[in-house]
């Protein structure tokens, strides 16, 4: 499989490994790894050794946070 046909295989995913969620997030893999050892919320699937993390469950952690910031600020963001 070519880099490029990886890359747009995410899309049909349902589960990312770290270091694609972590792109996603703009995040290096040792930051996303210190927040899933940490007390993050962020879900996770455990297949054996492997961990997986779900993207409907990374969107809702991302919405969440967002959701808290925009509380504790007293922002409202702007729809269009």
Sequence with gaps: ?????????NN?????????????????RATLYALLAGD???????IGRSVRIPLAGLQQWVDQRTEDW???????????
């Design 1 to 9: 499989m070519m880099a490029s046909e990886d890359k747009s295989s």
């Design 12 to 28: 049909n995913r349902i589960l990312l490994r770290v270091p694609e969620a972590a792109e996603l997030l703009g995040l290096s």
């Design 40 to 46: 993050s919320q962020i879900p996770v699937v455990r």
């Design 70 to 80: 925009r509380r504790e600020s007293g922002t409202q963001l702007h729809q269009q």
